[in-house]
């Protein structure tokens, strides 16, 4: 089975300072892990995804995410966040095993990131 | 340009009506998913498909219907069975690999009069 958590429904910074939404998992075989961002009544878009290869993963407007498998996580920053950052951030896991679902993702709960000025 | 279209934006629906919620995507991807989103929840998958006239049901399927008569369309039936259908409804789609990320349409908000 696979599951997501991220700790921590609403983060909350200041505009400038650092970023950080975590997310860890649980898969009994190699996990694809994605990070997607939603604005209100909208759906999501992909910030970044890690199937293979390099652990540290860079997505759009400025976000990266570590693939660690020893602590299972996947934690999502960026160095200096702007009120547009502001919105619900989404991990997600997947996996490429035999009679699997193709793509079927798991979703943690959401974190809901605040920006103030 | 290629993508996920769901319509409407916004749906009304009266008590022990079926309503129908549309999602068509271009993007030639075999595996189309419904969701559910309510907050604090995250998205719960509701049903999904990977082939033409297949389909699967998800976590919470109970008062829900679909069908896949095109690999393009991808329609979600709420039915008069489901007690509780506020919420905000997402479609998305997947090519042929599972290291793809899944595209989402922008949703449909539905809601009880």
């Known amino acids: 089975a696979q599951s997501v958590t991220q700790l921590g429904s609403h983060v909350s910074v200041s505009e400038g300072a650092l970023v950080l939404l975590r997310c860890n998992y649980s898969?009994?075989?190699?996990?694809?892990l994605f990070w997607y961002v939603q604005y209100p009544n909208q759906g999501l878009q992909l910030l970044l995804k890690?199937?293979?290869?390099?652990?540290l993963v860079k997505g759009i407007n400025g976000f990266e995410a570590e693939f660690k498998k020893s602590e299972t996580s996947f934690h999502l920053t960026k160095p200096s966040a702007h009120m547009s950052d502001a919105a619900e951030y989404f991990c997600?896991?997947?996996?490429?095993?035999?009679?699997?679902?193709?793509?079927?993702?798991?979703f943690g709960r959401g974190t809901q990131l605040t920006v103030w000025p | 340009d290629g993508g996920i279209t769901q319509s409407p934006k916004y749906l009304f629906r009266k008590e022990g009506q079926n309503v129908t919620l549309s999602c068509e995507q271009n993007?030639?991807?075999?595996?189309m998913y419904w969701y559910r989103q309510d907050p604090g929840q995250g998205l719960r998958l509701i049903y999904y498909?990977?082939?033409?006239?297949?389909?699967q049901k998800g976590d919470i399927a109970e008062g829900y219907s679909v069908s896949r008569e095109k690999k393009e369309s991808f329609p979600l039936t709420v039915t008069s069975a489901q007690k509780n259908p506020t919420a905000f409804y997402l479609c998305?789609?997947?090519?042929?690999?599972?290291?793809?990320?899944?595209?989402f349409g922008d949703g449909t908000r539905l809601s009880i009069l």
């Open positions: 890690y199937t293979t290869g390099a652990t």
């Open positions: 498909s990977q082939i033409v006239n297949d389909f």
């Open positions: 993007l030639n991807h075999d595996a």
């Open positions: 898969s009994s075989v190699p996990p694809y």
């Open positions: 997600a896991v997947t996996s490429e095993s035999g009679g699997s679902t193709l793509g079927r993702l798991y």
């Open positions: 998305a789609s997947i090519g042929q690999t599972s290291n793809q990320p899944q595209h």
